[in-house]
């Protein structure tokens, strides 16, 4: 059974930083891409930093220069160090295995999820 659980979300002010961390288990960890999501209230869920099994790294253009995703397979684990944060990074973010376009489908799965709240 393939679990993954999120930490590290919470209330932090503009400007301020975050560090979400996601544990695996159930998974060969270090064969898979893993990604990180978010979604705010109203909006789709989009694909935020993705980091493939040899440690390539992509993220979506409002986020770069701001947040670095990782990970440590010694762990099982991937972060999400977020820098510079701004109201518009509020949402519940989730991590995945093989996020769409970097795996396959059948190796999708989701965390729970964790809240992010930026304040001005």
């Known amino acids: 059974q393939v679990q993954l659980v999120e930490s590290g979300g919470g209330l932090v002010q503009a400007g301020g930083s975050l560090r979400l961390s996601c544990a695996a288990s159930?998974?060969?960890?270090?064969?898979?891409?893993m990604g990180w999501h978010r979604q705010a209230p109203g909006k789709q869920r989009e694909l935020v930093a993705v980091i493939t099994r040899g440690g390539s790294t992509d993220y979506a253009d409002s986020v770069k220069g701001r947040f670095t995703i990782s990970r440590d397979n010694a762990k099982n684990t991937v972060y999400l160090q977020m820098n510079g944060l701004k109201l518009e990074d509020t949402a519940v973010y989730y991590c995945s295995t093989d996020p769409p376009g970097y795996g396959l489908e059948r190796f999708l799965y989701w965390g729970q999820g964790t809240q992010v709240t930026v304040s001005s």
């Open positions: 159930g998974i060969s960890f270090s064969g898979h891409a």
